[in-house]
């Protein structure tokens, strides 16, 4: 590692600012009247820390969160990052499906969730999955599905069956004295495990990511020195908490140096111009399409949006006339590129604010500081010369310290080297800065989401007519990519499009759900039998006549 690494533990983190500005802005949400000093925000993570403390958790026990982007996500991450327990960010378009096999492959021992978002009930899915919690006392359940769950807490006053409510919690970390709290982050490690984020391959189902407090704050660290930010700025975050976009990029890059968060509950654009112009924030982070929204929207009223410098615009490829009037019509003209994934912590490489914005919208920047990036052949593993594609690979302080209960697939992702190998293949030039041509594997990314073929097929063959399934990506216009399901059923077997729909409606989130769902009889394969799925994909685009949004993709 260089010298001069950044280190310092979550928990540290925000006490080193609260001794430095205590009574700064920390966190302002301005549509609840929500403002807390950084004196505040500390007081109230040492509280929820001694809480969990107050419930026997500790280094060994994993604190599972289901919500959008509520002040107790914020307040719970750097909680947990104070007194050890790793905290589990769970996606807020679960269903029961998901939500039960996280919960059981991470060893959570906590659940804390909020009444549900959009369709899905967050309350009812886990009683559905444990109905024993309708019978016990808070904190004392013990359910045949999940043996480690002991603790559920509810994000909200009302009182449910089995449930702490959020403020029935708080009160417990009175049995904690503050010199208990103070020796339990003493006893925090740079190497400690402190978040795990589930992410999925192109194989099997999804895998937990074991992020430490050194690959967080060191690359959060790093992201906001590539923004040029200081205790001046002010950060909206519309970007979702359990995704590393919003809780590293957003969150902790932005209490790395002192500034302030202004979160935005969940994605809208109003909401987020409002916040904008109310809070004269400085920094605002999106995918893509957040930012195309907000554009529209400004056609048609006007924001003052002058307050703006910079931000991250990740997730999926930048259009360049949208970078363009994101900087003329916003004023961003310091907006960033960022590209990395969940298990790099998940920024390797970024754009700079003095890069032409040629270089941000034709490639996702160069490494940040102590990290090391190489394009290898992804046969040989041998590196490859300058603008010759293979795959990305990174090494240093930000790779991740592996996935939870699967040493094979982590021996696979990180080789004995210490590099981990993307799955993304791109090209470098002379001076460092990369440019993403594909992907090793077949992930497909809509709208900035990530979609793994091989979850969502085995999740289709559970359906009882289905005989095989293929999910490829195809092109798409407005959100890069769309899903397509290609279907063979049992011999003898008849459905419909719609019956698979119902089917899916209420198991998988919705995300994932395909646009397209077709019915086959045979795919094409190679001479030993495997499928050829970028044939697959072919056949769909002239099936689907999709040439225009290939051009568009491949331009």
């Not at 990305?392 to 930000?398: D, K, Q, V, Y």
């Not at 021996?411 to 791109?426: M, P, R, T, V, Y």
Request: proline share 5%.
């Amino acid at each position: 590692m260089s010298e001069g690494l950044f280190r310092k533990t979550i928990g540290n983190l925000i006490d080193d600012w609260a001794a430095i500005h205590p009574d700064r802005d920390c966190l302002v949400y301005h549509d609840r009247g929500l403002r807390l000093s950084y004196k505040d925000f500390q007081q109230e993570c040492n509280q929820v820390a001694k809480a969990f403390m107050a419930l026997g958790l500790g280094k060994g026990n994993h604190i599972a969160i289901w919500s959008t982007n509520y002040p107790e996500w914020v307040i719970t991450q750097f909680a947990t990052g104070k007194m050890g327990a790793p905290m589990v960010t769970v996606n807020t378009a679960y269903r029961v499906y998901e939500l039960e096999y996280l919960l059981k492959q991470s060893d959570s021992t906590t659940l804390i969730l909020m009444q549900g978002f959009k369709d899905v009930d967050y309350v009812e899915t886990i009683y559905q999955i444990c109905p024993e919690l309708k019978e016990c006392e808070p904190g004392q359940l013990k359910s045949e599905r999940l043996p480690l769950l002991k603790n559920v807490i509810f994000l909200g006053e009302k009182k449910y069956p089995g449930m702490f409510t959020w403020e029935e919690f708080k009160a417990l970390g009175n049995k904690i004295t503050d010199q208990e709290l103070i020796e339990r982050q003493k006893s925090v490690q740079l190497d400690d495990v402190t978040c795990i984020m589930y992410t999925s391959g192109t194989t099997g189902f999804p895998k937990g990511v074991m992020l430490t407090h050194l690959n967080l704050v060191a690359d959060a660290y790093y992201i906001a020195e590539c923004m040029k930010l200081t205790p001046e700025d002010r950060m909206c975050i519309p970007v979702p908490f359990f995704h590393c976009f919003g809780c590293v990029l957003g969150t902790l890059a932005c209490v790395s140096h002192g500034g302030t968060m202004v979160p935005i509950e969940s994605f809208n654009p109003v909401r987020v111009l409002e916040a904008v112009e109310q809070e004269r924030c400085t920094v605002l982070h999106g995918v893509p399409t957040m930012f195309i929204s907000e554009l529209q929207v400004l056609e048609e009223k006007h924001f003052d949006t002058s307050s703006l410098r910079t931000g991250i615009m990740a997730g999926s490829p930048c259009p360049i006339e949208i970078m363009k009037q994101v900087v003329e019509k916003m004023g961003a003209r310091e907006l960033t590129i960022a590209y990395g994934l969940t298990e790099s912590s998940p920024v390797m490489s970024q754009t700079r604010t003095d890069d032409p914005i040629e270089l941000r919208v034709s490639t996702v920047g160069r490494a940040l500081p102590n990290v090391e990036i190489k394009i290898v052949d992804p046969n040989t593993g041998e590196t490859v010369p300058y603008g010759v594609p293979g795959e990305i690979c990174t090494r240093g302080f930000l790779v991740m310290k592996g996935y939870y209960k699967m040493p094979e697939a982590t021996a696979e992702a990180i080789d004995k080297d210490g590099w981990l190998h993307s799955g993304d293949l791109g090209t470098m030039d002379e001076n460092g800065y990369l440019k993403i041509t594909g992907r090793v594997k077949d992930m497909i990314i809509r709208g900035g989401e990530n979609i793994y073929p091989r979850e969502l097929e085995e999740f289709l063959y559970t359906h009882p007519k289905v005989r095989d399934v293929q999910v490829v990506g195809v092109p798409d216009i407005k959100y890069g990519e769309e899903v397509a399901a290609c279907i063979i059923l049992k011999e003898g077997e008849t459905a419909t499009e719609e019956e698979f729909r119902e089917y899916m409606l209420d198991r998988i989130s919705k995300f994932k759900h395909p646009r397209y769902i077709l019915f086959m009889n045979e795919y094409p394969i190679t001479a030993s039998g495997k499928i050829q799925k970028y044939k697959l994909r072919q056949q769909l685009v002239e099936l689907l006549n999709l040439q225009a949004a290939e051009e568009v993709e491949t331009a």
